[in-house]
């Protein structure tokens, strides 16, 4: 057979089944066709046809691996659960046009498991299986095995007609399964390896003599069905997921190989534990039953190395043997699980130790003045953590005054107080999407459009490997208001749709917008930024003031909305002292052939500092509030070092 693979190349390829002929000593010749065991899996390999004897050592290429031998060895475990998607499935390998079955659902739920379990049921003698594909073989075709080692010319195409012509022939009796085969689709310029593979498939399935199982997940289906010529030769079998039961009984069935892999323990009253901490913190887009599966397998994992480690100290510590001699073998508890979870999501597993206590007392000696707003976040945050029910939307505060009054402060310290560091923040400039076309830059490009095919990261493509984060939208009210309704989305959903086919899920963010607009309103109606006594403001009465400048709509959406008050200059004198600390904590660090003097000012004492009462009168105006404070201590300290040049000490207030 010759196939052509360019304008000026021929390959001359020759059926998978030329292959193999033995020589008069009854051996395989080196061009052979071979079946050889390649640890647990068993790899169909063929030699390309115009390949030339082996010399010693040398093996073929393996392109297949057998599932019907993996499962002969005990490799698969029982899928529960999927009969009917094994019924559809069957139902479509046995038709007689399109026998081509595309398992579809979302990352997780278990659709390479059902083709293992055919191949299991098919080695069990199952009598439907068996009715339907006695004596076929299914193997998988790893893609990157089809890829790999194929630069030359020639050696891609020529690999690929190797598959298609052995599981065409009747007898090999051979179904191919290719998992994640979105990968073979896309334009020719930006994946020309894999289109190539898709270029010679489509005739192969057309024809029917191929039958395939191919695996995507739901998103990727889209893309892969968008191809008319492509999705015609499919049947499509929905994956969905399982429930929390289901997800249960399945860990009871897997549990004895866990338990004996890891010598741990895992008793059955944090089975069902186990499913809903897996369902709290799971990356968006896993799904049961890999979450609880993923959640078990690093929770034992954990447990095994503390064992590990509090053996090796037992024998300086005689002492811990007690602690080991009560329990021989670790048992898991919700504990345990819960901080393996948030490890697995988060790289923390003590993030959520940072409380609402914390909070406040950081707030309080960090923020000076906003009573009101203090408190409101901090008893947000607190039943943030009573967890009474699964969130779906995000803790969502929308903190509205004069620029300078600690807005952006207090979204820092929630960030750090609550999640552990001040990182995990996505900041959001929004006066940067004053445009609609700005939407492309948080959600992607429409497809068809300039830049639909790039690879660019999207400001909360980090928010799929932990969605424990705060948002910060600063001067919301600046973005378009189309951008603005993406938001009110997120609110009121806690998940949206880019155009990449990819949701974000914001249910277990903290969303932070601030505003500036309605400043001179409020003032004016009294609502008290004006005011020494500094209460509380309704909501309904900011919402008045702001729906000249938001829909009433989107502002309906924020769990809280805060009022923010002018700084006076004696809330500003304390600014400085906080800052004063803040700066000379860290130039200390940074200098250490230097000291600096006083180290450290008591907040409540600032009023009776002259130095700080000197640069209090000389910076603060009430437009700026307290924006001038940091700007104000660093210029200090840094001209007094400048004016006094050969010293190593310094008098600084």
């Known amino acids: 057979m010759e196939i052509k693979t360019g304008k000026h190349d021929t390959l001359r390829m020759a059926s998978i089944h030329d292959f193999g002929k033995n020589d008069q000593n009854g051996s395989n010749s080196g061009s052979g066709s071979s079946t050889s065991a390649s640890g647990s899996a068993v790899i169909v390999t063929q030699a390309p046809s115009n390949s030339k004897s082996k010399g010693p050592g040398e093996e073929d290429t393996g392109l297949l691996v057998n599932y019907n031998e993996l499962a002969k060895k005990g490799e698969f475990t029982e899928a529960l659960f999927r009969d009917a998607q094994i019924m559809q499935t069957l139902s479509v390998l046995a038709s007689k046009n399109k026998p081509n079955a595309l398992l579809t659902g979302d990352a997780g739920v278990g659709k390479t498991q059902i083709v293992e379990e055919i191949a299991r049921r098919l080695v069990n003698d199952d009598p439907i299986v068996n009715g339907l594909l006695k004596g076929i073989t299914l193997y998988e075709l790893p893609l990157g095995k089809i890829v790999s080692g194929s630069s030359l010319v020639g050696q891609l195409e020529e690999k690929i007609y190797q598959v298609i012509d052995f599981a065409q022939n009747a007898k090999s009796k051979a179904i191919i399964f290719i998992d994640e085969i979105h990968q073979i689709m896309g334009s020719s310029e930006t994946n020309p390896t894999y289109n190539k593979l898709a270029q010679i498939l489509k005739p192969a399935l057309g024809r029917g003599h191929l039958r395939v199982i191919g695996a995507t997940t739901t998103q990727e289906a889209v893309t892969f069905l968008s191809d008319p010529a492509f999705s015609r030769r499919w049947s499509e079998v929905q994956v969905p997921e399982l429930s929390p039961e289901q997800t249960a009984e399945i860990i009871l069935n897997i549990r004895d190989t866990f338990q004996k892999h890891h010598n741990v323990i895992l008793p059955d009253n944090v089975i069902e534990q186990a499913v809903a901490i897996g369902d709290e913190f799971k990356q968006y887009g896993s799904h049961r039953p890999d979450t609880t599966i993923t959640l078990i397998d690093k929770a034992m994992a954990d447990a095994r190395i503390k064992r590990i480690k509090l053996e090796e100290d037992a024998k300086t510590n005689p002492q811990l043997n007690h602690i080991i001699a009560a329990q021989p073998r670790p048992i898991i508890n919700v504990k345990q699980l819960k901080q393996s979870a948030l490890s697995l999501l988060t790289g923390d597993e003590k993030m959520f130790e940072q409380n ?231 130039a200390q660090a940074n200098r250490k052939d230097l000291v600096f003097s006083p180290s450290h000012v008591d907040i409540e004492q600032a009023l009776q500092n002259d130095k700080l009462l000197e640069l209090a009168e000389q910076s603060y105006t009430p437009a700026s509030n307290g924006r001038p404070a940091e700007r104000t201590i660093r210029e200090h300290i840094e001209q007094t070092i400048l004016d006094n040049p050969n010293d190593t000490q310094f008098d600084l207030l």
């Open 356 to 586: 609402a206590d914390r909070l406040k007392d950081t707030l309080n000696t960090q923020i000076i003045g906003q009573a009101s707003a203090k408190t409101a976040v901090v008893d947000a945050v607190r039943r943030l953590g009573l967890r009474l029910t699964k969130r779906k939307r995000p803790v969502s505060f929308l903190f509205a005054g004069p620029s300078g009054t600690g807005k952006t402060e207090i979204a820092k310290q929630v960030t750090e107080a609550v999640f552990g560091s001040k990182e995990r923040m996505v900041y959001i400039n929004m006066s940067e999407f004053s445009n609609p076309a700005s939407m492309t830059r948080i959600i992607g490009s429409s497809a068809g459009y300039v830049g639909s095919d790039s690879k660019q990261e999207l400001p909360f493509d980090t928010l799929e490997n932990n969605p424990y984060q705060v948002v910060l939208l600063d001067e919301f009210e600046k973005a378009h208001t189309e951008v603005q309704r993406f938001f009110m989305q997120a609110l009121d959903e806690g998940v949206v749709k880019t155009n990449r086919n990819k949701e974000i899920d914001f249910s277990r963010t903290i969303m932070i917008a601030t505003t500036n607009a309605g400043v001179i309103d409020m003032a004016k109606n009294a609502i008290g930024f004006t005011q020494d006594a500094e209460p509380e403001r309704s909501s309904e009465d900011i919402i008045r003031i702001l729906q000249s400048s938001f829909d009433t709509e989107l502002l309906n959406r924020f769990e809280k909305l805060i009022a923010f008050t002018p700084i006076k200059k004696e809330d500003y004198t304390r600014i400085l002292a906080v800052k004063y600390n803040q700066i000379v904590q860290e």
